[in-house]
C-alpha cells in the first residue's frame, strides 16, 4: 500500500513537472520590473523598450535557436521599487512562471537581493541598469548592462575638476539607497585622493521618503563648495536642485545616470537647465542604430527613449543571443537554463545601442560613458565621452 | 549665527507642515478618542486636488497666477473637508452607531488610508506630478540669511490657522460643544447637543486645513505622488502625541518641536543619525511627561 501511495505520488509530481515540457514552442523571459513605487517611469520605459524588441523578433517569425524558431513570451512583474517585493517577485519568476532567464530589476536597491535569489536559484539574471559592484559581485548567474560605480565615480571626478575647475566639492546622497550609497563613497574616496583629504567640505544623506532638504543643503551651502555631487533619483533631485536655488545656491551641480529620467525635466523645470550628469547614453545627437531606436521609440511612445529603455534594449539582446548561443533548447527548464549560463559566458563581445560591451569574469560590461549636458528644451545632450583605461 | 537663524527658518517652515496636519489629528482624537490614521492620506488627496483645481484654473480658465491662487485656497478646503466628511459618513459612522469598540474604528482609519493611497495609483497611474507654479517666487538674502515669499506665507498661514482653530474651541458655542462632547459622550447629546452634527463639524475643520496644509506643502515641494501623505502623516501623529493629543495648542506646539529637532539635528550632527537622534528626544519627552506636553491623564487610551 506505502509504496503503491510512493509510485502515485511520484508520478504525480512527474505529470506535473512535464506539463511546461509539452509546451516548449516558446520562450518565457521574466522582467523585474519598477512599475509603480518611487521610481515608475523607469519600470514603464523598461517594458516599452522590450515590447518593441518583442514585436520586431515575434513578427519575423520568432527567435532561432538550433534550427527552431521560437515564440518569444515576456512576463512583466511588478516590484514595486521595494527589495522585498523584488525577491518575492523573482521567486514568482522562477518557480510559478518557470522563465527562462530574467532581466532587471533596474535598480540597484532591488537588483542586489534579486540577484541573490536568482544565484541560489541557479538561473541568468541581467540587470539593464544597476551600477553597484555588489549585484554582480561572486555570483556567476548575474550579469548586468551598464557600467559600473567604479567607473562612474571617476567619471564624475575627473569631469568636475576639468569642466568645473573645481577644487572643492559637496555631496548629498540617499542613505537607504545602496546606489546612492555606494556612489557617494566612491567619489568621496577618489575626489579626496585627487584633491587632497578635507577637500570634500560636507558629506550629508537623507532618507528616500524626504521631501525637505533645507538643513543639508543650508549645512553644505555654508561650506561653499565648488559644486555638489548629487547621485539621487531623479524624482529627489528635483526637489533637491529647487530647494538649494531657494536657500540661495548658485553653484553647479553633478549628478549620475539616476537622473537620466524622460520624467526629470518634467518635475524639475527650468532649475535643472545647464546641469551635467554622467549617463550611459545621450539621445540628443545619437547616430547609426541607436538614432533608429531613438527615432521609433519616440513614434510609437511619444517621448525620448531614456537610458534604462536603451539599456533594457541591449540587456534583452545579450540574453537572446546567449539563447541562441545554446545551439538549442531541451525543453527541460534546469538544464536549459545552465545552457543560457554557458551561453552568457560565451559572449565575448556584443554590439549594443549603448555602446559595444564586453563581460568580464565577474559578469560586468566593458563599455564608455557619456557625460550630458541639460539643454534649454529638456534634452539630454552630448557633452563628453569617457571611456575606460 | 546665520547658520542658525537660518536653520531656524528653515525649521519653522517645516514644522508648519506637522503643525498643520497634527491640528486635525488631535481635533478629531479631541472630539472622538478617534486616532483618524487616514488623515495623512487626507492630506494627500488635498494636495492632489490643489494640483487639479490649480492647473484647471490655471490653463483651462487662463487666470492669472495670484486669482488662481484666491479660488484654489477655498476650493481646496471645501473639496479636502468633502472627502474627510465622506469618509466619516461612509466608514465611521456605522461603526460608531453599531457601538463597535474604538480599536475597531482605528483599524477602519488606517484601511481608509490605505484605500485612498491605493485608489489614487489605480486612477492617476504612478507617475509623480509637477505641482504648477502659481505665484512667482522671489529669493530674498537679508544678511546671510535667505528665505522666499512662499516660505513666510507657509509660517505665516500655519500660525493664522492655529489662532483661528484655538479661538474656534475656545470661544465660539460648537467649540463648547466640541469641548463637552469630548468630556462626555454618552450624557451630553442628552443635553440637546446633536452628537453628529458636532462630529461633522469637526471633520470639516480638520479635513479643510488638511486640504491647506496639502496646497502649500504642493507649492513648496512641487513633486505629487500617492504615497507623499503616509510618512509625513505618522511623524505628525507623533508631533500630536508629544503635544498631549487632544490639545490643539499641544499639536501647533508639537509639530514645529518635531521640525526643529529633525531640523537641527541635521544641523549640527551627521544627517546620517538624524531620525535616529530626534526620535530619541521624542521618547525622553514621553517617558518624562507620557500624556505629552499639554496632555492630561485619563484612565482609558489606545
Redesign the interface.
Known amino acids: 500500500m506505502k509504496r503503491l501511495l510512493t509510485t502515485l505520488s511520484i508520478s504525480c509530481i512527474a505529470m506535473i513537472m512535464a506539463v511546461p515540457v509539452i509546451a516548449a514552442d516558446t520562450i518565457k523571459i521574466g522582467f523585474n520590473l519598477e512599475m509603480t513605487g518611487d521610481i515608475p517611469k523607469v519600470g514603464e520605459s523598461s517594458k516599452f523598450a522590450a515590447e518593441m524588441l518583442k514585436a520586431d523578433i515575434n513578427g519575423a517569425g520568432g527567435l532561432e535557436v538550433g534550427g527552431k524558431k521560437y515564440k518569444l513570451e515576456f512576463i512583466y512583474e511588478d516590484n514595486e521599487a521595494k527589495a522585498e517585493s523584488a525577491v518575492t517577485t523573482t521567486l514568482k519568476l522562477i518557480e510559478k512562471d518557470e522563465v527562462l532567464a530574467m532581466i532587471g530589476p533596474n535598480s540597484t536597491k532591488q537588483a542586489i537581493p534579486a540577484g541573490q535569489v536568482a544565484n541560489d536559484n541557479e538561473m541568468v539574471m541581467i540587470s539593464p541598469w544597476s551600477t553597484n559592484p555588489d549585484t554582480t559581485f561572486n555570483r556567476p548567474w548575474v550579469f548586468r548592462a551598464a557600467f559600473l560605480d567604479s567607473f562612474q565615480g571617476p567619471m564624475a571626478v575627473n569631469f568636475a575638476i576639468k569642466t568645473f575647475k573645481a577644487k572643492t566639492s559637496a555631496v548629498l546622497y540617499d542613505l537607504s539607497n545602496d546606489y546612492s550609497k555606494g556612489l557617494a563613497e566612491v567619489f568621496k574616496k577618489l575626489f579626496e585622493g585627487k584633491m587632497g583629504a578635507g577637500s570634500v567640505l560636507a558629506f550629508e544623506s537623507h532618507g528616500t521618503k524626504d521631501q525637505d532638504f533645507s538643513a543639508q543643503l543650508t549645512k553644505i551651502i555654508a561650506a561653499k563648495p565648488d559644486f555638489i555631487f548629487l547621485p539621487d533619483n531623479y524624482n529627489q533631485v528635483a526637489l533637491i536642485v529647487k530647494q538649494a536655488r531657494q536657500l540661495g545656491y548658485k553653484g553647479e551641480f553633478m549628478g549620475s545616470d539616476a537622473w537620466g529620467s524622460s520624467e526629470l525635466m518634467t518635475l524639475c523645470g527650468k532649475d535643472c537647465v545647464g546641469l551635467h550628469f554622467s549617463t550611459h547614453y545621450a539621445a540628443a545627437g545619437a547616430t547609426g542604430a541607436t538614432k533608429e531606436f531613438i527615432e521609433r521609440y519616440k513614434a510609437k511612445y511619444s517621448y525620448t527613449p531614456d537610458d534604462v529603455a536603451a539599456l533594457t534594449w541591449d540587456a534583452t539582446g545579450v540574453v537572446l543571443k546567449a539563447i541562441q548561443n545554446t545551439g538549442g533548447l531541451t525543453g527541460k527548464l534546469k538544464k536549459d537554463r545552465k545552457a543560457i549560463r554557458a551561453g552568457m559566458a560565451a559572449i565575448t563581445s556584443f554590439g549594443g545601442i549603448t555602446g559595444n560591451m564586453k563581460f568580464n569574469e565577474q559578469g560586468d560590461p566593458i563599455k564608455c560613458g557619456v557625460v550630458v549636458q541639460i539643454t534649454k528644451n529638456g534634452e539630454f545632450a552630448f557633452n563628453e565621452s569617457i571611456c575606460p583605461e | 549665527m546665520?547658520?542658525l537663524v537660518?536653520?531656524i527658518i528653515?525649521?519653522l517652515?517645516?514644522g508648519s507642515f506637522y503643525a498643520l496636519i497634527a491640528l486635525g489629528y488631535t481635533l478629531v482624537y479631541g472630539v472622538l478618542t478617534l486616532i483618524n490614521f487616514a488623515h495623512g492620506d487626507v492630506f494627500m488627496v488635498g494636495a492632489y486636488i490643489a494640483f487639479f483645481s490649480a492647473t484647471f484654473l490655471l490653463t483651462t480658465l487662463g487666470l492669472p497666477g495670484w486669482i488662481a491662487l484666491a479660488l484654489c485656497i477655498p476650493l481646496t478646503m471645501i473639496l479636502t473637508a468633502m472627502v474627510g466628511v465622506t469618509l466619516e459618513r461612509i466608514a465611521y459612522r456605522p461603526l460608531r452607531n453599531k457601538g463597535a469598540h474604538r480599536l475597531y474604528v482605528v483599524i477602519t482609519a488606517l484601511m481608509c488610508g490605505l484605500i485612498l493611497e491605493h485608489a489614487n495609483?489605480a486612477i492617476f497611474?504612478?507617475?509623480?506630478k509637477?505641482f504648477p507654479p502659481l505665484i512667482a517666487?522671489h529669493?530674498y538674502?537679508i544678511g546671510g540669511v535667505?528665505f522666499?515669499n512662499l516660505?513666510i506665507a507657509v509660517i505665516a498661514t500655519a500660525f493664522l490657522a492655529f489662532m483661528f482653530l484655538h479661538w474656534m474651541v475656545t470661544k465660539t458655542r460648537v467649540g463648547m460643544a466640541m469641548r463637552a462632547i469630548s468630556y462626555d459622550k454618552f450624557a451630553v447629546p442628552l443635553l440637546g447637543i446633536p452628537l453628529d452634527q458636532i462630529i461633522v463639524v469637526t471633520f470639516i475643520l480638520g479635513s479643510g486645513f488638511a486640504g491647506l496644509a496639502g496646497l502649500l506643502?504642493a507649492m513648496s515641494?512641487?513633486?505629487l505622488?500617492p504615497?507623499?501623505g503616509?510618512?509625513?502623516g505618522w511623524k505628525a501623529f507623533i508631533a500630536a502625541v508629544v503635544g498631549g493629543i487632544g490639545d490643539i495648542r499641544g499639536a501647533f506646539l508639537g509639530g514645529f518641536l518635531l521640525g526643529t529637532v529633525?531640523?537641527?539635528v541635521?544641523?549640527f550632527f551627521?544627517?546620517?543619525y538624524?531620525?535616529l537622534i530626534a526620535f530619541t528626544v521624542l521618547l525622553v519627552i514621553l517617558t518624562w511627561k507620557p500624556t505629552g506636553l499639554f496632555g492630561i491623564a485619563k484612565t482609558t487610551k489606545i
Not at chain 2, 125 to 128: F, H, L, Q, T, V
Request: glycine share 2%; hydrophobic share 40%; aromatic share 10%.
Open positions: 546665520e547658520n537660518q536653520n528653515n525649521a517652515q517645516w495609483l497611474g504612478a507617475s509623480r509637477a517666487e529669493v538674502t535667505t522666499t516660505k506643502f515641494y512641487p513633486v505622488e504615497y507623499m503616509a510618512l509625513i529633525e531640523i537641527m541635521v544641523a551627521p544627517s546620517t538624524r531620525d
